[in-house]
C-alpha cells in the first residue's frame, strides 16, 4: 500500500467542478449555477475537515434535492471530466496506478467516490474525492465508509499516511506430494497506533483482502519461481539476491506492505527455494 497523490490547487477544486458545470445544458446547469454559493461552501468544508483530520465531521449533505443535477456532472462524459481524471492519473508517479491502489490486484479502471455520491452528490466531481480504484474494490465499498460509531471503513489514500510498518505477513505453504506453493497472508499492530491499526485492520477486513491475496498467491508464486529459474539459465548467480531485489523494486513504487514484495521477500528468505526454483528449469 502507498499513498496516492492528491491535485495541486492551481486550478482549484472548485474552478474544476465549474468547468464540468459549464459544459452541461438546460435543466442542468441553471440549477447548478442556482446553488453554487451552498456549493462553494461544502467544497470549503471537504478541505477543512480534510487538512483537520476529521473528514468523518463532514456533516449531511445539504443539497440533497439537487442530487440528480449534481450526479449529472458525474455520469455524463464531457470533456472536462475526462481531463480532471488524467490529472488525477498523471499526478501520480509511474506505475503508481498499474494496481488499484485499495488491494493491490488488479487494475484500476474506475474511480471511488471516498464518499459515497449517493449521500454527497456536491462531491460527484471533486478531485480530493474521486480516488482510482479497481471495480470489485469499488462495488465492495459502495457507500459503507462509515462503521456504527461513525468511523471511516477504508483508508484514503490521498489524505491518510500509510504506516511505514511492516504489518503485512506472510507463511508460504507446500503440501506434499501436490506440486505448487502457497501462501497464508495476516496482519498485525507492528508498532502502529491504535487508530491506524483499527483503519488498516478494517479496510483489510471489509475488502477481504487477506482471502484474495491467498487466492491469487499460486499463480503469483509460480511466475516469481518461473522469474527465478529465467534469471538462473542467463547466467544469474544469486537467486535469492535477485528475489529480493525485486521484492525492492516492488516496494518501492507499491509500498513495504504491497503483498507481492512482501511475497518476494518470503521467498527469498526460504530454505527451500532453490529446490522450488530447479522444478521449473
Not at 489524505?159 to 502457497?182: C, M, S, Y
Request: hydrophobic letters at 40%.
Amino acid at each position: 500500500m502507498r499513498n496516492l497523490l492528491a491535485l495541486g490547487n492551481n486550478p482549484t477544486y472548485l474552478s474544476r467542478y465549474v468547468a464540468i458545470r459549464d459544459s452541461k445544458q438546460a435543466p442542468v446547469r441553471p440549477v447548478l449555477v442556482a446553488h453554487h454559493a451552498a456549493i462553494s461552501d461544502r467544497y470549503q468544508q471537504l478541505l477543512d475537515r480534510a487538512a483537520d483530520d476529521e473528514l468523518e465531521a463532514i456533516g449531511n449533505s445539504p443539497l440533497l434535492a439537487i442530487r440528480s443535477q449534481l450526479r449529472a456532472c458525474y455520469d455524463g462524459k464531457t470533456l472536462s471530466l475526462l481531463a480532471l481524471k488524467k490529472a488525477i492519473k498523471d499526478a501520480q508517479p509511474q506505475r503508481r496506478l498499474k494496481y488499484c491502489p485499495y488491494c493491490g490486484t488488479t487494475k484500476s479502471e474506475t474511480h471511488d467516490h471516498y464518499l459515497p455520491a449517493t449521500r454527497f452528490p456536491e462531491f460527484a466531481v471533486n478531485g480530493l474525492n474521486l480516488v482510482p480504484c479497481c471495480f470489485r474494490c469499488n462495488t465492495i465499498k459502495d457507500d459503507d465508509w462509515l462503521d456504527g460509531d461513525g468511523r471511516r471503513r477504508f483508508v484514503h489514500f490521498y489524505l491518510d499516511a500509510i504506516p511505514d510498518a511492516d504489518f503485512l505477513k506472510v507463511a508460504l505453504l507446500v503440501a506434499p506430494p501436490l506440486r505448487g506453493v502457497g501462501a497464508r497472508f495476516s496482519i498485525e499492530q507492528a508498532g502502529m497506533d491504535d487508530d491506524d491499526w483499527r483503519l488498516i485492520r478494517s479496510h483489510f477486513d471489509r475488502l477481504h483482502l487477506l482471502e484474495r491475496y491467498g487466492e491469487d498467491a499460486n499463480d503469483e508464486i509460480a511466475e516469481m519461481l518461473e522469474a527465478g529459474a529465467a534469471y538462473l539459465q542467463t547466467g544469474g548467480m544469486d537467486v535469492r539476491a535477485f528475489l529480493l531485489l525485486q521484492a525492492g523494486n516492488s516496494a518501492d513504487v507499491f509500498g513495504r506492505a504491497n503483498w507481492r514484495a512482501v511475497l518476494l521477500r518470503a521467498l527469498a528468505g526460504h530454505p527451500d527455494v532453490e529446490d522450488w526454483i530447479a522444478e521449473f528449469s
